[in-house]
């Protein structure tokens, strides 16, 4: 059964760094485009960055020149570094694989704070 281990959430103080992990089952990875959304409290869940089969990234606007996308296909891994880190950045970070007419497959979350 494919699925999504993500690892590496905290809390960190404005300005701090954090590495974000997504272990994905080989049976998906090579395949699926993956990325991660996140979910502020009381808010709807956004798409915060992606990377392809081939390894491109793309990013929203309000993270770009400071979160950094990607994979490493050797160990089915997707990484998400997260530098200067602002308070609007704390949510719940959820890793996400997807595919033109596949299911989309989850992670279970893990939370990122950022606070003095």
């Known amino acids: 059964q494919a699925q999504l281990v993500e690892s590496g959430g905290g809390l960190v103080q404005p300005g701090g760094s954090l590495r974000l992990s997504c272990a994905a089952s080989a049976s998906i990875f090579g395949n699926y485009a993956m990325g991660w959304y996140r979910q502020a409290p009381g808010k709807q869940r956004d798409l915060v960055a992606s990377?392809?089969?081939?390894?491109?990234?793309n990013y929203v606007d309000s993270v770009k020149g400071r979160f950094s996308v990607s994979r490493d296909n050797a160990k089915n891994t997707v990484f998400l570094q997260m530098n200067s880190l602002k308070p609007e950045d704390t949510a719940v970070y959820y890793c996400?694989?997807?595919?033109?007419?596949?299911?989309?497959?989850w992670g279970q979350g893990t939370q990122v704070t950022v606070s003095s």
């Open positions: 990377i392809t089969t081939g390894g491109s990234p």
């Open positions: 996400y694989a997807a595919r033109p007419l596949h299911a989309t497959y």
